[in-house]
């Protein structure tokens, strides 16, 4: 495995990575396709002050990005942090970058103020890898509301003090 | 008591209503008062498609606005919604406006494909009055967040399924 490398900065090409990360994930529909491609156009057109929308890419040199994290602080909150969105290329998996990639949000997320970091998902079972993934970070469920996104398809809120 | 009526159209007054309402209610800080005036104002300027933000004010003809409501589809849902804002004036309050503007709140959401209503709120002490009128309504308690808003300052979410 050739060196992979975190960078924070955002580039215009972006847009297009985060939507092929997202669409070959498998899991999200095209109205949350749509809104994490949102995210980074908005993160690009106003700032980082502007939007509060953090971003991560993991990529080796001169490469496209083989994952990326989205998180920020929760408005009107004081020190509670919300991870919108991680995604690894499907072919990328088992190298441990999903792991990498949330260690340094949880290091930003830290540095920036937050005492917690959240996560919402979804309950389907077609996201069991993601919920063990979270649990096996040290995440716990702090809530789960049933039928939440569709009926069958809960919200589970998972919960990490930092 | 005249007769108030409820009315769902906005108009560009209503921004100074909402701050006034907002701000007279006690319990919300300038940031949460920034919001809602921000919400009135994207509705205002982007109409009620693309924003998905539903207004009620209750007022009597010719009148200020003595209570409002916002609400809306949760993006990504089905049929969750989710209410935003809810205030009345604390010099009307124990007239029913409360519970006039949550029916009609039930109502339009029910008619929109809602099967449940959200509500966050607050679990500090000033917000106790809040949480017994959601709880007189049929709402109750889904998940509750200790320090999410601040130290000591938990997120109380109620639901109704409609």
Redesign the interface.
Known sequence: MNYIALRDEPRPGDGAAIRHLVETAGVF?P??TA?ACELIEERLARGLAATGYHFLFAEEERRQPQGFACFGPI??????WDLYWIAVDPQRRGRGIGRRLMAEVERQAAAGGA??L?IDTSGRADYGTARAFYASLGYRI??E?A?????G?SKV?F?KTL
């Open positions: 529909s109205a949350e809104i408005p009107l909150t004081r020190a509670s005492t917690a959240f702090a809530a509301f039928d939440f996104y569709a009926p398809d809120v919960r």
